[in-house]
């Protein structure tokens, strides 16, 4: 074989043994062991953006006063009162007045409205209220709280519910002892028994939202014809109308009527703080119930208390300051323990606050002007 072919053979060698090596897996080394942790960085790593802004300072508080519409006792009022001074130490001033006349207050001061907040009140007043433009809407941060926001706040957050109180009768114990046979009313129809003819109170639909949400409650149980027949039977069992919706358990635990119709909550008041003779009853066939309100008043003038006022009210420390104050409504957020959970342990009727609120001017014009005028109430 020549020197030339020998060459050109081993170079054919060489290649065929490249292409072999190169073909063949790659051999891989097993991972080192780690007999030690991982050593802890002790500094902090060098900042490699702006830190974030501080945070912003609360907002200062620069109202000094605020003037409320107070609608519930008077001790409760005086009592949210002195809790919101002693909390935010604003002055607190506010007038108390019924349903009915809040209202017209509010109505009559709509250009020129002399309290900010109405507080207090069923809020089928608040209904009408917003439809006359009086309300001015807050998306408060504690609707959070509500138990049913569904019914307890407006859509258009222009009220919010803060109380919830049923319908219940009052009937005097030393009367029924004076009149035996007779047994405290259990139903609308024993309203209407000629024993209670000229023995039964209750305020008039004008000034009191009690009196309006008994006259709505019969409406919505036997619609409005046959409700309208029953309220005129009705008037004439009355002694008297009151100006008050409190007023009429006061005045038959004192003797001079047999029956009220008054929310339970002010029927247990009189009965286990002022220790009246009375007995509390409720309508089997159903009764209504109140869901009392607050609304911000358009135009007002400290509108930042306000606001603060709001938001407190729907807290659970504010709604269970009722019972400290003899105010036994049930609260309307979570949190809070029921004083008297019997009240609302009865039968409730579908109580249509909407429905009430709309048709409440019209309603209380037809009672006022066909049934019972407003003249001489007893206060």
Known sequence: MTAKRVSRLMILVVLLAAILSACAPATTEAPAVVTEPPEVATEAPAATEEPAPATEAPVEITDTE???????????????????????????????????????????????????IWWGGPIDSFVAAKGEGLLEAYDSPNYANLIDPVKMKDVDNQWVGIYVGTLGFAT?????????????????????????????????????????????????????????????????QMAQYTK??????????????????VFSHDIVNEIENNKLPLVLTFPEEGTGY?????????????????KLWFD???????????????????PTV????????????????????????????????KFTNEIAGADNLKE
């Open 66 to 116: 605020l003037n409320v519409l107070c609608t519930p006792q008077e001790q409760w009022c005086q009592g949210m009162k002195q809790e919101f001074e002693a909390k935010y130490g604003i002055t607190v001033n506010y007038v108390r007045m019924s349903s009915g006349e809040a209202l017209a207050r509010v109505q009559a001061e709509k250009d020129n409205p002399q309290f900010d």
């Open 172 to 236: 005097n114990t030393d009367w029924l002892a004076a009149n035996p046979g007779v047994e405290a009313p259990t139903s609308w129809d024993d309203l209407l028994k000629p024993e209670f003819t000229g023995q039964v109170m209750v305020a008039h639909p004008s000034s009191s939202g009690t009196s309006y949400t008994a006259l709505a409650t019969v409406l919505q149980i036997r619609g409005e014809e046959a409700g309208w027949e029953y309220l005129t039977k009705y008037d004439g």
């Open 290 to 306: 109140e869901i009392g309100g607050m609304g911000l008043l358009k135009g007002a003038k400290h509108m930042q208390a306000a």
């Open 334 to 365: 979570t949190g809070v323990e029921l004083s008297h959970p019997e009240l609302l342990e009865v039968n409730l009727i579908d109580y249509d606050f909407i429905w009430a609120g709309e048709h409440k001017k019209e309603f209380v014009d």
């Open 244 to 261: 008050s919706g409190a007023a009429p358990a006061k005045f038959v635990g004192q003797g001079e009527a047999a029956v009220a119709i």
């Open 312 to 330: 407190w009210a729907l807290t659970p420390e504010a709604q269970a300051l009722g019972p400290v104050y003899a105010a036994y409504q049930a």
